[in-house]
């Protein structure tokens, strides 16, 4: 399926924002599903944030501070991020999965190519 890049990860303090890009090859992206995950030392990869066509979906922890989106044209996925905490630190990665996934969307397993992540530290 090609390799996911991402960028845009750094230090912020704690109400900051930040705003991640992750770059697929234009097969994958025009035809999977995108998502967002994280993982904190220690834990386990959680899912962020999904996009298909039209339809978005987050994790409850989200609590409308981020915005999932894409560029179509330029291939890439977004993930802004606003009023960051310190509990938002980790390794952040985009995923490229089934369109149609039903309730697997927040499953790691489900998705067939990974970046490799950037990391976002928030600081207190």
């Known amino acids: 399926q090609g390799q996911l890049v991402e960028s845009g990860g750094g230090l912020v303090q704690a109400g900051g924002s930040l705003r991640l890009s992750c770059r697929a090859p234009?097969?994958?992206?025009?035809?999977?599903?995108m998502a967002w995950f994280r993982q904190s030392p220690g834990k386990e990869r959680e899912f962020v944030a999904r996009?298909?066509?039209?339809?978005?979906y987050y994790a409850d922890f989200v609590e409308g501070r981020f915005t999932i989106s894409r560029d179509i044209p330029k291939n890439t996925l977004y993930l802004q991020m606003d009023n960051l905490k310190p509990e938002d630190t980790a390794v952040y990665s985009c995923?490229?999965?089934?369109?149609?996934?039903?309730?697997?969307?927040?499953?790691?397993?489900?998705?067939?190519?990974w970046g490799q992540g950037t990391q976002v530290t928030v600081s207190s």
């Open positions: 995923a490229a999965g089934p369109q149609f996934i039903g309730s697997g969307y927040a499953t790691t397993s489900s998705y067939y190519a």
């Open positions: 234009e097969r994958t992206f025009r035809t999977s599903a």
């Open positions: 996009i298909r066509a039209n339809m978005v």
